[in-house]
């Protein structure tokens, strides 16, 4: 019954999208996800009939159970090089850690957090602590894993005694900090919580007797983390100030403009600029997003702790959900600048110029800007204008949409990323290195990964196979995400992209009826009833 009520709701989205295109006849056999967890992620409105194609391809086409179709090169993973053959000479069960063929598979979770913890002749591989920290949140909060670290440690190296072993703690000292420095890096949002800097204080404090050198380790790591998490939090202000802006400029389509606003074109006539701009926004937002939100997305309640969920209280996404809400933004954006001029002429220009900057945006490497745009074409007040498309040249749209088709589990848009991945990785700058993958694409993988394989097994191990594979994915997005942008930005564009007005739905489809008449009666119904509650016409 659940299945078919998402079904049901997937329908008429569709319904109300129309499907003139070649996409949108495609988006039929859909695998949807929960409403609930589109929702809380702001991919699924109140209304079906908000929800615009892009998003619909969350659900879209089936894939095999299991794990996603995904790119496997082990060298694209994390920031430092992951590697999922964490042992390979090890195999069996060893300290109740259980190996398959090299690798970890599973163990408890005492088991992986004592996995976790350096000693005097033993430090945790990068890609253990990246894949451990990331996933350890879905059954103990990051504070409470620090402080059971920060215990061990205090047990196992008797820093609790009255003299300490000083020759002891210096091999030990560095390999904790290091630790500590990995965490602050890949994790600091998981700093801003008093309890973890009171853990990490109190640790160094305890080895810092032994060598001066601690003190000043220590200042500097928090020096670091302070400036790191000042930049994040000044960056997530800026955000949540351009989307109060924008909500308080949504238009309702008052009258057929002359204008109601300043038109795209007079403010960027270069589609290749414009893509440059894009891509400014694309890598300035995908910056803020922590690794830990894809997890945090998606949590469940642990089934060996039927109390509360890890971060009960609220799932930390707010910078996932913002930069879906940029997508949004975009494609409403893209639909509003055609759908605005009176003149068939001019609509048809600005079709042509959208069309070019997608190209652009393709060649760049920033497929969710790409996606974005073909999606704010492919909106029913836009398809539906027949006379102003036939002024189109539509022959390099249609090969875009080939480039982004659904089919095959979208085939053609994976190939393409990996050939951006592949020149990323051998890139000699900072221009060939730009990989901006279509964000609802990698959530919707990520999805079925979670609900594909179990987070424990029957025996309660926790499945660190699985969070092997989810550790591959978020990594590679990690490095992605760190590229600097090459190009010089433009504040007026910039400006324009995140505060412009946008049309509401129902504004898009009475400027759309408005430009080019209404073909049947249903079509005229809604045309009417739109005139009369927007513009207070009969």
């Not at 820093?159 to 072993?165: A, E, S």
């Not at 924008?246 to 109601?260: G, N, Q, W």
Request: with cysteine; charged share 25%.
């Amino acid at each position: 019954m659940k299945h078919k009520k998402i079904k049901d709701v997937a329908n008429k989205c569709l319904q109300t999208l129309g499907q003139q295109s070649v996409l949108q006849r495609r988006w039929r056999n859909i695998t949807r996800i929960p409403c609930d967890v589109l929702t809380s992620l702001g991919l699924l409105t109140a209304s079906p009939s908000s929800v615009i194609p892009s998003l619909v391809l969350l659900g879209l086409q089936q894939v095999k159970e299991g794990m996603p179709q995904t790119l496997t090169s082990t060298s694209m993973f994390t920031p430092c090089g992951f590697s999922p053959h964490l042992h390979t000479s090890k195999e069996g069960e060893q300290g109740g850690l259980i190996f398959q063929d090299g690798n970890l598979t599973s163990a408890s979770l005492d088991a992986l957090i004592q996995h976790l913890i350096p000693t005097t002749d033993y430090y945790p591989e990068k890609a253990y602590i990246f894949t451990f920290l990331l996933s350890s949140r879905l059954f103990i909060e990051p504070h409470e894993l620090l402080s059971r670290v920060c215990h061990k440690c205090i047990e196992q190296q008797r820093l609790d005694d009255p003299v300490l072993d000083k020759a002891r703690i210096r091999k030990f000292g560095p390999k904790i900090l290091q630790l500590l420095t990995e965490w602050t890096e890949t994790f600091p949002y998981d700093f801003q919580e008093e309890r973890m800097i009171g853990h990490l204080k109190d640790m160094i404090h305890r080895i810092a007797p032994c060598d001066e050198a601690y003190w000043k380790k220590m200042n500097q790591l928090l020096q670091a983390l302070n400036q790191k998490l000042a930049t994040l939090s000044h960056g997530q202000e800026g955000i949540v100030k351009i989307s109060t802006a924008v909500s308080d400029k949504l238009v309702a389509f008052k009258t057929k403009p002359p204008s109601i606003q300043r038109e795209i074109l007079s403010v960027c006539s270069d589609p290749y600029t414009l893509a440059q701009q894009l891509t400014h926004v694309e890598l300035e937002r995908l910056s803020h997003i922590g690794p830990e939100e894809f997890v945090q997305a998606f949590v469940h309640k642990d089934p060996l702790d039927g109390t509360k969920t890890c971060f009960s209280e609220q799932k930390k996404t707010s910078n996932l959900e913002a930069y879906v809400k940029w997508f949004n933004r975009l494609c409403y954006l893209v639909a509003t600048e055609i759908c605005m001029p009176a003149k068939k002429k001019q609509r048809a220009q600005v079709i042509e110029f959208f069309i070019d900057v997608a190209r652009e945006c393709f060649n760049i490497g920033n497929f969710n800007s790409l996606m974005a745009i073909i999606s704010g074409m492919n909106m029913s007040p836009v398809s539906r204008l027949k006379k102003t498309w036939s002024k189109v040249k539509t022959a390099k749209f249609f090969i875009l949409e080939h480039q982004m088709d659904p089919t095959g589990n979208f085939y053609n848009y994976r190939t393409a990323l990996r050939g951006a991945a592949h020149r990323s990785l051998t890139a000699h700058s900072n221009r060939e290195k730009i990989v901006i993958p279509f964000f609802s694409l990698l959530i919707k993988d990520i999805y079925f990964l979670n609900e594909g394989c179990a987070n424990r097994l029957p025996n309660g191990h926790v499945n660190f196979e699985k969070f092997l594979e989810l550790a591959k994915q978020v990594g590679e997005f990690i490095t992605w995400k760190q590229v600097e942008c090459p190009f010089e930005q433009d504040p007026n564009i910039i400006h324009y992209l995140h505060t412009a007005p946008i049309f509401t739905e129902d504004g898009l489809y009475l400027a759309s009826y408005e430009s080019e008449s209404p073909e049947n009666q249903t079509e005229k119904d809604r045309w009417k009833s739109l005139r009369s509650t927007i513009l207070g016409k009969t």
